[in-house]
């Protein structure tokens, strides 16, 4: 468009005739003017252009190139749009830019068809996508998004298509890991405004549930209306109390939405207590009423002390969890406590005191999970937010060293367990075991490393010489993991030295001196060194 009219169209009203006159540089003698004109065309005159406005709409331009264009003409009604992989009802008819009908479905049913699985044309899609429940439009697509499709075989010779579209409804599909494999597919739609109103957080909760076989005859296994004489399930999520498939989807429910979910083995009961009439390895299917939810305490305008023993109920919900071998389900527990604690603001030295105690706990109890779970570097780095802020805590040093340990960094282990014993004598006797404890791994590091190494370089040239793990461990080994058990003083049952020795198995000596080489003879396949 000239540079006048984009000028002058948006100040006029619909209906209203004006006269612009306008000097060549805003209209065709502009330099680069996107408008041809033949070459006796006085472009460089000023010319007076007579313009009556008859309509316009708002429009939503979709693809940049306005190869898609949505104008709107009755608002729906929520924000959710559909996606992939929803299940849409839609009233559609199809015309060209001279009003000629070529395909009206607009009587009867309304059309079916599942978003992203191309059943139309593709601009159409993307304008669908642009909609909400109960909203009228008519989508602008051109060519090049006219893509072939069940509802559209093809069209020829057509420069642009108007879709008069009405959403009529569609039902919310979630593919909830991405693979296809564990789907939450809601077929009655509950109060609220989605995700807002979900139980997203750590709630208390409430559902009916009726748990199938997805076999042929789609059998029940369970039914809360009929096994639970009527009363629903109640469980608080965040704590591994029902299979995690399950668990996932029901936070993203609405109250009262019912929901059918497909869930495979490992999110099923693979991993959780399976009742006695469900085979190994069996697909489940669920039906889940969400009744309703109870959310966490908001702790605006509590008190400290309010907030505190909130704090320490979640922080004991972690230890339980710990104890249990959660891990990942305690660190949560533990996380968000100190993510709350980020907007606490204590008011005066004795509650900074408790403030910082708990914060500290909080921190080892973190630590103490990363260990458990193999992740050595993230739990030294988490000790050493407490010894930065508070280098003679005792607790910390330990923690950090039996890190250290399971790492295989002996060096920073015992001056760590050394550090102990100098700051606070009554941490000796702790210290000194896991001083003990750490001579005893590098001494089975070493008589391994004899081992592995016996006799490797007199070999004649030409001969292999295998270097072989072994496969038992030593009696004492085994006598530590049956002693090792032993309750923290923070409160969570975690098993230090255990932790040492398992690291070490898992990492084997191997891995202590070239720590990338086992991931990279494990990419070739090979579970062992060749050494010619």
Not at 6 to 21: I, N, R, W
Not at 176 to 188: A, F, P, T, W, Y
Request: glycine fraction near 8%; include cysteine; charged fraction near 30%.
């Amino acid at each position: 468009m000239i540079l006048g009219l984009l000028d002058g169209l948006p100040t006029m009203l619909k209906g209203e005739v004006a006269m612009y006159k306008m000097k060549s540089q805003l209209h065709y003698g502009e330099d680069d003017c996107p408008v041809s004109v033949r070459s006796d065309f006085p472009k460089e005159d000023e010319l007076h252009f007579e313009i009556e406005m008859i309509d316009f709409f708002k429009a939503k331009v979709i693809s940049e190139d306005l190869g898609v264009v949505k104008k709107v003409i009755t608002e729906g009604q929520g924000w959710e749009s559909p996606r992939e992989p929803y299940e849409v009802k839609a009233w559609i008819s199809a015309k060209t830019c001279d009003g000629k009908v070529i395909i009206s479905h607009t009587q009867g049913e309304p059309f079916f068809f599942t978003f992203g699985k191309s059943e139309v044309p593709k601009g159409l899609e993307m304008g669908i996508g642009t909609m909400t429940r109960g909203e009228k439009a008519v989508i602008f697509v051109t060519s090049q998004y006219l893509t072939k499709s069940p509802f559209m075989p093809g069209v020829e010779d057509v420069d642009e298509i108007h879709f008069d579209v009405e959403l009529v409804h569609f039902i919310q599909v979630r593919d909830m890991l991405g693979d296809g494999r564990l789907i939450k597919r809601r077929i009655h739609d509950g109060k609220g405004d989605f995700p807002m109103d979900c139980p997203l957080h750590d709630s208390l909760l409430r559902v009916h549930y009726k748990g199938m076989l997805l076999n042929e005859e789609k059998r029940v296994f369970y039914d809360t209306r009929t096994d639970n004489k009527g009363q629903p399930l109640e469980f608080s999520s965040g704590e591994g109390l029902v299979p995690e498939g399950f668990e996932m989807c029901v936070r993203l429910m609405l109250p009262g939405e019912i929901a059918l979910v497909t869930c495979p083995p490992d999110y099923a009961y693979d991993k959780f207590p399976r009742p006695s009439n469900v085979p190994e390895g069996a697909h489940i299917m669920w039906e889940i009423e969400l009744l309703g939810f109870e959310m966490p305490k908001d702790w605006t305008g509590m008190n400290f002390q309010s907030i505190m023993d909130d704090a320490e109920q979640i922080r004991n919900t972690g230890n339980r969890l710990f104890k249990e071998g959660k891990y990942e389900l305690a660190k949560a527990k533990y996380d968000k406590v100190l993510r709350e604690f980020n907007h606490v603001n204590p008011q005066d030295d004795e509650e900074g005191k408790v403030f910082a105690n708990t914060r500290n706990l909080l921190y080892l109890n973190v630590a103490a999970c990363y260990l458990k779970m193999g992740e050595c570097k993230k739990s030294i780095e988490t000790c050493n937010k407490v010894i930065d802020a508070n280098p003679g805590h005792v607790k910390a040093l330990y923690r950090r060293g039996m890190a250290y340990m399971a790492s295989g960094d002996f060096e920073e282990a015992n001056s760590d367990f050394k550090m102990m014993i100098k700051l606070d004598k009554s941490s000796e006797p702790d210290a000194t075991a896991a001083l003990l404890k750490l001579k005893q791994k590098k001494q089975e590091i070493e008589t391994k490393q004899r081992k592995q190494f016996k006799g490797l370089f007199d070999k004649k040239p030409g001969e292999i010489a295998e270097a072989r793990t072994e496969e038992k461990e030593d009696q004492n080994v085994g006598e530590e993991k049956k002693n090792a058990e032993k309750e923290d003083s923070d409160g969570s049952s975690s098993d230090e030295s255990q932790e040492a020795v398992d690291g070490a198995r898992q990492r084997g000596w191997f891995s202590l001196f070239w720590p990338t080489g086992s991931r990279i003879f494990s990419a070739l396949g090979l579970r062992r060194c060749t050494i010619l």
